[in-house]
């Protein structure tokens, strides 16, 4: 069986950075395509950047720019470079990966993940 573990997350002002991890194990399944979601309280969850088919990052508009989606596969690990916060950034992020070769927006949608991981909350103050 296969899991998703993220780390990194935490408090920063806004202007900060983070950087988010997401380590795959296990079921070689879980280690496909992969991408970064993220809920806020109350609000719908969101797709922030995902690496699609053909390998391509792909970026909600409200992080391009900010935000960088990178994949070390030697070690199984998924990244999330966070610069210049906000406090709308505000939420819990959540990797997760899917075995559909999804291409372009689609990949920023949850509804085609099956793996997911627990979660690592990003608080940015103001």
């Known amino acids: 069986q296969g899991q998703l573990v993220e780390s990194g997350g935490g408090s920063v002002q806004a202007g900060g950075s983070l950087r988010l991890s997401c380590v795959a194990s296990g079921d070689p399944y879980v280690r496909h395509y992969m991408g970064w979601f993220r809920q806020a309280r109350g609000k719908d969850p969101e797709g922030v950047a995902a690496i699609d088919c053909g390998g391509t990052t792909i970026y909600a508009d409200s992080v391009k720019g900010r935000f960088t989606i990178s994949q070390d596969n030697a070690n199984n690990t998924l990244y999330l470079q966070m610069n210049t916060l906000k406090p709308e950034d505000t939420a819990m992020y959540y990797c997760?990966?899917?075995?559909?070769?999804?291409?372009?927006?689609?990949?920023?949608?949850?509804?085609?993940?099956?793996?997911w991981g627990q979660g690592t909350q990003v608080t940015v103050s103001s």
């Open positions: 997760a990966s899917t075995l559909w070769c999804l291409v372009g927006s689609s990949s920023l949608n949850s509804d085609n993940y099956r793996f």
